[in-house]
């Protein structure tokens, strides 16, 4: 069975600061990792995903993830971060429901503060 | 570019009441999920389906039911809401039946059992 752990529920952080939010997985099978952010009172968006090939991933505002393996971890980092960045950041795993279609495990998020 | 869709955004019930939440996307995507968010439990799967006409149990489909008569289109059901089924619901779409696929969510529905 899979499940992910992201330990920070809360993570505080001063603007231009940078930022881990940490994610780590459990998984008997081959994994596809992703990060969704959620602003207040949205829905879920997809920030990155792991799928296979470079362990690195990034996002079109900054973000990075790195896949470890060994670690079991995916990781999301920014090196500065905005006030613009304040959501709940989820990690999850994704894998293949009986019949078709993909299910995914989400952690129980971490509310990123930025502050000035 | 409306993607997924759900109405109602927010309802108040009275335990015991029923009600269906509607969504509906419009990117032809075969596979459909309902969510359920509470804080600190992360989102968890109610129900989902595969296509037009079939449907499966998630993790926590107990007191709740769902239809899925058109492609493009996936009811949620309480018959009987309970204080318990206070949370936030999302419903969401993929294509394709690799685990990479990006699922696509739509904004919540807010729901509050009295």
């Known amino acids: 069975a899979q499940s992910v752990t992201q330990l920070d529920s809360q993570v505080p952080v001063f603007e231009e600061a940078p930022v881990e939010l940490r994610c780590n997985y459990s998984s008997s099978v081959s994994v596809y990792l992703f990060w969704y952010v959620q602003y207040p009172n949205q829905g879920l968006q997809l920030l990155l995903k792991y799928l296979s090939g470079s362990t690195l991933v990034e996002s079109i505002n900054g973000f990075e993830a790195e896949f470890n393996k060994s670690q079991t971890s995916f990781h999301l980092r920014k090196p500065s971060v905005h006030i613009s960045d304040t959501a709940e950041y989820f990690c999850?795993?994704?894998?293949?429901?009986?019949?078709?279609?993909?299910?995914?495990?989400f952690g129980t998020g971490t509310q990123l503060k930025v502050e000035l | 570019n409306a993607g997924v869709t759900q109405t109602p955004k927010f309802r108040v019930l009275k335990t015991g009441q029923s009600m269906t939440l509607l969504c509906a996307q419009d990117m032809n995507h075969e596979y459909m999920y309902w969510y359920r968010q509470d804080p600190g439990m992360g989102l968890r799967l109610i129900h989902y389906s595969v296509g037009e006409g079939t449907t499966a149990k998630g993790e926590v489909p107990d007191g709740y039911n769902v239809s899925r008569l058109k492609k493009q289109n996936f009811l949620l059901g309480l018959e009987s809401a309970a204080p318990s089924q206070t949370s936030v619901y999302f419903c969401?779409?993929?294509?394709?039946?690799?685990?990479?696929?990006?699922?696509?969510f739509g904004e919540g529905s807010w729901l509050t059992v009295v």
């Open positions: 999850a795993v994704s894998y293949i429901l009986t019949g078709g279609g993909n299910k995914l495990t």
């Open positions: 969401a779409s993929s294509t394709g039946q690799s685990s990479g696929n990006t699922i696509y």
